[in-house]
């Protein structure tokens, strides 16, 4: 039997869409827990280049980088598909995952980790950013249409983490009156029974995230 | 018959990126020159997410982002690949493509277009990042092998246009002593008739790119 192991972090997006995407396939895989403060010999050992969690590694052989490591599951196991089959829609898909990783995260990361003038001009970024992503949901259910995709995956940090970190970082984003459609992909998003299972408890999470917030909060 | 176009700049390894995978599947495609500083409303209508060439026009569909292209292209069409077959190599193959783009690029682009403490900070960056790319490509002839694929067409950049940009920004990074592989896989590759083929006319890009120095000079 195959063996499949998952170097990760418990609260990380980056991480829960590997295992988030495993699960969709039906793979059994062992979950090793790293501490980022002090990673492993092994995790050092399967990613020298950028020593960061996740890491697939499939019968001893390591992958490193998400969207890589996504597309690497999607090609190798069968179950539910990741990304569509048409290769232009295949083309789209990656297009948006690349979109989320490249502009979105960093413009949220800087909105929620800054102060000042700084933090007010990338708040406003983050709102154009979603604005463009908005119009892409726009009459879908998921980014993968009917079912959740590629997008979907990637997009796990904007679907569930989001709403908690802007809420601890008081950051007035996503309001009532705005972004409609992506209002309602987060919606569907979180009320999809497979999603839910593979996100990390709340609670937990808050209290994770707090911690981080607070040391910010002082530090700056 | 399919109508391919193409919305690219002559002197952008980005664009001619997607020439060479081009050419490489033997497709017919048109070439549609834009000018950056005076975006055609074609350009800004097939790619309005980052406003950017190269944008691909397969019958009037529009696919933006390089590296999303050339595997369209290798979905696309038959021809010699572009990526392995076996989904292990293929995630190599995308870990280090992406590495290109998001580490090795723009640590050389920071160190060409900086002065001071700042350039000399990078320069050392570039020469790290290239060392790891000097152990990945050590005994074989391409990234791909024996034939070129997606790393040596991502990497026109560092193998072409590297070499010019470095002498006119009177920087030294690859000297005799280092980089032996790197080095090897530079001269592999200038002198593959097929690159060469593919790769704008030297005398010409020193000129354009001469021309960029001077103006970013008398900024300074």
Chains 1, 2 share one sequence.
Not at 148 to 172: H, K, S
């Amino acid at each position: 039997m195959a063996e499949v192991k998952l170097f990760g972090v418990w609260a990380s997006p980056f991480s829960r869409r590997i295992e988030m995407a495993l699960k969709l396939k039906g793979v059994k895989y062992e979950f090793i827990e790293e501490d980022l403060k002090k990673k492993s010999p092994l995790l050092l050992k399967y990613n020298p280049v950028h020593k960061q969690i996740p890491v697939l590694v499939h019968n001893g052989k390591p992958i490193a980088e998400s969207l890589v490591i996504l597309e690497y599951i999607d090609e190798t196991w069968e179950g539910p598909a990741i990304l569509p089959k048409d290769p232009y829609e295949r083309a789209q898909a990656r297009f948006w995952a690349k979109f989320l990783d490249e502009k979105c995260i960093p413009a949220m990361w800087k909105a929620c980790w800054s102060t000042g003038d700084e933090r007010e001009k990338a708040r406003e970024e983050v709102i154009e950013i979603l604005g463009i992503l908005d119009n892409e949901i726009k009459g879908k259910k998921f980014f993968g249409g009917d079912n959740i995709g590629l997008v979907d995956i990637a997009g796990n940090l904007i679907g569930y983490w989001f709403g908690i970190i802007t809420e601890l970082a008081g950051l007035e984003i996503v309001t009532e009156d705005k972004l409609p459609n992506f209002r309602k992909w987060i919606n569907e998003y979180n009320n999809c029974s497979f999603v839910k299972e593979n996100l990390p408890p709340k609670d937990k999470l808050i209290v994770f995230l707090k911690a981080r917030f607070e040391a910010f909060n002082t530090s700056k």
